[in-house]
């Protein structure tokens, strides 16, 4: 298996774009979560996703961001505008939950965003 | 509020020389506890579900155990290639969101 895909690797914009970042999950698993990690913050879980659906995105930080995930193969981040501030490195991870002990997330490679 | 306290942050050994991390939590019902690795400019890695107090779990030079209020990851005679940042990440009961802690900082040196 490939592991979590994510695109791009590296992203550098101007404050005021939108920016979109990309996901390919482990085929087979049914969740999917977007984390962001900065060094003041740590690692700070967005929002999930199980079977497609958004279960809980109480931790987007504001409208400027939104996430989609159209079918269990892909999911998308948006940010629209971008600040400075969204500068950080964007995980995407899955995990496949059929058994209340399966709570393995398995991490793709991130993203780094860097806003100027 | 659920809280995930990792300590020390940074730490550095000699090659060989055994030490231990350690992560503390305050959750409302602990569902299971994982360490992560992450190297530099990778994503987190998995390493270990814990679920109950008293259970051990191992993996070549690491240990990781859980009491009702910590979890230790130990680690034997360290090499080089052990460095990284370790992640301890706590989920709670009736939620399925991982909290993390900030992480311990591990340098091995040769």
């Known amino acids: 298996d490939a592991g979590v895909i994510q695109s791009p690797r590296h992203e550098v914009t101007e404050m005021g774009q939108e920016v979109t970042l990309r996901c390919k999950p482990i085929?087979?698993?049914?969740?999917l979560f977007w984390y962001r990690q900065t060094m003041m913050r740590g690692l700070e879980l967005l929002i999930y996703?199980?079977?497609?659906?958004?279960?809980?995105d109480s931790g987007m930080p504001e409208d400027r961001f939104s996430a989609k995930m159209p079918n269990a193969s892909f999911s998308t981040l948006k940010i629209q505008p971008s600040e400075p501030r969204d500068s950080a490195v964007y995980f995407c991870?899955?995990?496949?939950?059929?058994?209340?002990?399966?709570?393995?997330?398995?991490f793709g490679p991130g993203t780094r965003l860097t806003v100027l | 509020e659920d809280q995930v306290t990792q300590s020390p942050e940074a730490l550095r050994l000699q090659e060989g020389e055994s030490s231990s991390l350690n992560c503390s939590y305050t959750?409302?019902?602990?569902?299971?506890l994982f360490w992560y690795r992450q190297d530099p400019g990778k994503g987190p890695e998995f390493l270990f579900t814990?679920?109950?107090a008293g259970e051990e779990k191992e993996k070549e030079r690491l240990k990781a155990t859980l009491t009702k209020k910590e979890s230790f990851l130990h680690i034997t005679a360290p090499k080089p290639e052990d460095s990284a940042t370790y992640l301890c990440?706590?989920?709670?009961?009736?939620?399925?969101?991982?909290?993390f802690g900030q992480g311990t900082r591990l340098t091995i040196n040769p």
């Open positions: 991870a899955s995990r496949t939950f059929r058994t209340e002990r399966e709570n393995e997330q398995f």
């Open positions: 085929s087979g698993h049914n969740s």
């Open positions: 996703f199980n079977n497609n659906v958004p279960i809980d």
């Open positions: 959750v409302s019902g602990l569902r299971g």
């Open positions: 814990l679920y109950s």
């Open positions: 990440a706590v989920i709670i009961q009736g939620a399925q969101k991982l909290v």
